[in-house]
């Protein structure tokens, strides 16, 4: 994936001037305190060090900038450093060791880099969980990708929904706390959802294996699932990435703190990919939940009885 072009112009905007910033503090030391009316510190070689690292610094910018999301590590120290030197200069005022005048630097060694910086990162780490595109998968739609993917019965999709009504499960990725919670609740609703003559089908990110043992663990013995690791049928099934807001708003937070019982795990699938719920029928959706935002709790007896045509 490539990244935008305004990427790669910060990030050598930063170089230039992490060098030029640098080559300045090593090759005339103490003009900054001539120029702030402060005295001259009694050992400038290490202030000329700080100097050398910045410098250093941008080189690593430089290349950077080739290729952002691959380079996203130097990216991260980069903007560690910027958010520290910050702190780290609130206590110096604090304590009194240093003048108001001295972060006059900051704000353009540092402050001014915050935003474009963790863009980058936050971009760089949405690109990371991205699955490869099935270009075999990603040309058929919702009832041709039922017909096609099988389940870990060796049936399709199609087939089933086709016996009985079937309560089809869009999983987050197996290590999401949100993920092992639905598939509590999903154990502990299970009789109550055949009681409605439905049945459960559980679609999530990991390998047939992977679903095997991980309905296993939570009860779900005998549960058809289907592997879908490029995300075809939850795109087909209108469900996307999502927002930041989704993923990591205050709700998330919330209830993530209120489901911390059931911890987290390695990260298995597009950590980005909403979940939602569905009821199918001979290929047909009846009903249709699809998560607000990741943490959100679906009433699964609801979605399972009296099902009623709804579109898709």
């Given at each position: 994936m490539n990244a935008p072009r305004w990427m790669k112009t910060w990030l050598r905007a930063a170089a230039i001037y992490?060098?030029?910033?640098?080559?300045?503090?090593?090759?005339?030391?103490?003009?900054?305190?001539?120029?702030?009316?402060?005295?001259?510190?009694?050992?400038?070689?290490?202030?000329?060090?700080?100097?050398?690292?910045?410098?250093?610094?941008?080189?690593?910018?430089?290349?950077?900038a080739g290729d952002p999301f691959r380079h996203w590590p130097i990216v991260l120290v980069g903007f560690l450093g910027k958010?520290?030197?910050?702190?780290?200069?609130?206590?110096?005022?604090?304590?009194?060791?240093?003048?108001?005048?001295?972060?006059?630097?900051l704000i353009t060694n540092d402050l001014v880099w915050w935003i474009p910086f963790a863009l980058i990162l936050w971009r760089a780490f949405e690109a990371s969980g991205?699955?490869?595109?099935d270009l075999s998968l990603a040309r058929l739609d919702a009832g041709e990708l039922m017909r096609t993917l099988r389940s870990s019965h060796g049936r399709t999709v199609?087939?089933?929904?086709?016996?009985?009504?079937h309560l089809v499960v869009f999983l987050r990725h197996f290590g999401c706390t949100f993920c092992r919670e639905a598939l509590e609740d999903l154990a502990e609703n299970r009789e109550a959802i055949e009681s409605d003559g439905a049945r459960l089908?559980?679609?999530?990110?990991?390998?047939?294996?992977?679903?095997?043992?991980?309905?296993?663990?939570?009860?779900?013995?005998?549960?058809?699932?289907?592997?879908?690791?490029?995300?075809?049928?939850?795109?087909?099934?209108?469900?996307r990435r999502g927002t930041f807001r989704q993923l990591f708003g205050l709700r998330s937070w919330t209830?993530?703190?209120?489901?911390?019982?059931?911890?987290?795990?390695?990260?298995?699938?597009?950590?980005?990919?909403?979940?939602?719920?569905?009821?199918?029928?001979?290929?047909?959706?009846?009903?249709?939940?699809?998560?607000?935002?990741?943490?959100?709790?679906?009433?699964?007896?609801?979605?399972?009885?009296?099902?009623?045509?709804?579109?898709?």
């Open positions: 992490n060098v030029a910033w640098g080559a300045w503090v090593v090759l005339l030391p103490n003009s900054y305190f001539a120029w702030l009316g402060m005295d001259a510190p009694r050992y400038p070689e290490l202030w000329q060090g700080i100097g050398m690292i910045v410098g250093v610094y941008g080189l690593g910018y430089w290349v950077a958010v520290f030197g910050p702190i780290g200069f609130a206590q110096a005022i604090l304590k009194g060791s240093l003048p108001l005048a001295f972060g006059t630097t991205r699955p490869e595109t199609y087939e089933h929904t086709v016996d009985a009504p089908l559980v679609v999530h990110m990991g390998s047939p294996k992977q679903g095997e043992q991980v309905l296993h663990a939570a009860g779900l013995e005998g549960v058809a699932h289907v592997s879908d690791p490029s995300t075809a049928l939850y795109r087909a099934f209108g469900l209830r993530g703190f209120a489901a911390r019982k059931h911890g987290v795990g390695a990260l298995v699938g597009d950590g980005f990919q909403m979940p939602g719920v569905f009821l199918v029928e001979s290929g047909e959706v009846l009903k249709a939940h699809r998560h607000a935002n990741a943490s959100e709790v679906p009433d699964y007896d609801e979605l399972a009885s009296c099902p009623v045509p709804a579109s898709r």
